[in-house]
């Protein structure tokens, strides 16, 4: 068994610097390393040296985003947890709801500030931006899909 700390904890900065919150990226940075198929939470919180707690909140959080679920465990009392397959793709595919919005919020941004002024002027590009998103990003995903199922034996 490799020792795999360093990227883990790497890993995890990494996806804290994005926004998750530090135990959530630890936990998800857990899942990623492990050399089990699925791992339960009292493990998760022995290994991180983290609180039930925070376990059970970014269990909960990885999975509501589709990150994580629930896995068979016969012969075990306790809930297992995976990565789920497919959960970078559909991730990015749950995206595209807050793309639309963000896209939407922009939209109704630049009818408030009015057309000419300096804040329709960001929020334009701001709407555009998301406008590009929200059209390209299903596409990609299933490119994407479609490529990995063509490399996989």
Known sequence: MADTTEAAEHLALVLAQGGLQKATA????????????SVTAPDLAERLGISSGSVS????M?????????????????EHYRVREGAWATLMSAQNGMVQAMFQAADRGIQAAGPDSPAARRLEEMRDFYGYMFAH????VERWQA???????
Request: hydrophobic share 45%; aromatic share 4%; charged share 30%.
């Open 26 to 37: 630890r936990v998800l940075a857990a899942f990623m390393f492990a050399d089990e198929d």
């Open 137 to 140: 990003l299903p596409a990609l």
């Open 57 to 60: 909140g970014a269990i909960k």
């Open 147 to 153: 490529e990995r199922t063509k490399s996989r034996p």
């Open 62 to 78: 990885l999975s509501t985003v589709g990150l994580i679920e629930r896995a068979a465990a016969p012969g075990s009392r306790r």
